[in-house]
């Protein structure tokens, strides 16, 4: 494998919490109220940052919802950043397999079981041709990091 463009760490330095990880994915993804359309929403609770209340229509939604990321029972952060790796081993070509049991050793937190049950699902999206909010994700996220 070869050496990941940013380690784990840094990686948790631009998203410190996954409440953050939320918020730049909402941003870049220009998620909606899927009632009433409206952007402006608030974030309900620190122990579900995924889920959020639109001021407008008074609806609570997940902005999950019918994305790949829908049940996902581990932190949002790890997929960001496998799905980051995905990104890059794609644009930069590159195509050696994502050495798992290395990523759990830098990835405190998480299961062997969980990163490849992340990392095939992130796989299979990348293999799609037409995924353009996937593309808009993260290239995204590889300006800021």
């Given at each position: ?40 929403f ?56 994502l ?45 800021i990091?």
């Amino acid at each position: 494998m070869h050496s990941p463009p940013i380690k784990y760490d840094d990686f948790l330095q631009k998203f410190p919490t996954e409440a953050n990880a939320f918020q730049f994915y909402q941003k870049s993804c220009g998620i909606y109220c899927p009632s009433c359309g409206d952007k402006q929403f608030s974030y309900l609770r620190d122990d579900k940052p995924y889920m959020a209340y639109c001021k407008k229509c008074h609806k609570e939604f997940s902005i999950l919802k019918d994305t790949i990321f829908v049940r996902k029972e581990t932190d949002f952060r790890f997929w960001l950043y496998i799905g980051y790796l995905h990104y890059r081993m794609q644009t930069d070509m590159i195509i050696d397999r994502l050495n798992i049991a290395a990523l759990q050793r830098d990835m405190q937190g998480t299961t062997y079981k969980s990163l490849c049950r992340i990392n095939r699902k992130l796989a299979r999206w990348f293999d799609e041709t037409d995924a353009s909010d996937r593309d808009n994700l993260f290239a995204s996220l590889h300006r800021i990091l």
